[in-house]
């Protein structure tokens, strides 16, 4: 996979989600992933405070840094991949952030349809 282009769900290649804040599961900026990554961060979120109550009130604390993981946590308009499934859930409860269509993994159509991600473009 080191070598293998990783493609949007435009069937482009993958354009970077954030270098600041630094994202993906690789910590490489992109929404990358491999067989590791049991939570596929697949989709390049533009986060938002509604979101980000949402994912805390799930168990998922983005917005306390954690300076020993090199994460200095989310703010309303900040750029992150996000699981997938965290996503739909979000969508589902009616708080799902919008996306960057370049820079979401062609893998997150294995989830959802593009019909779906393309009406949270941003």
């Not at 306390?64 to 309303?76: A, K, N, W």
Request: net charge negative.
């Amino acid at each position: 996979m080191q070598n293998e282009v990783a493609l949007n769900v435009l069937g482009q290649p993958l354009v970077p989600c954030s270098f600041d804040p630094l994202t993906g599961f690789f910590r490489d900026g992109c929404c990358k992933t491999n067989e590791e990554d049991i939570g596929s961060h697949l989709v390049c979120a533009v986060v938002n405070n509604e979101f980000l109550q949402f994912s805390l009130q799930q168990g998922n604390d983005l917005i306390t840094p954690r300076p020993e993981y090199q994460f200095p946590g989310l703010v309303m308009g900040d750029q992150w991949c996000l699981c997938i499934n965290r996503w739909l859930e979000a969508m589902q409860a009616d708080c799902a952030p919008m996306i960057k269509l370049e820079s979401t993994n062609i893998k997150a159509l294995e989830t959802v349809p593009l019909s779906m991600l393309e009406q949270y473009a941003a």
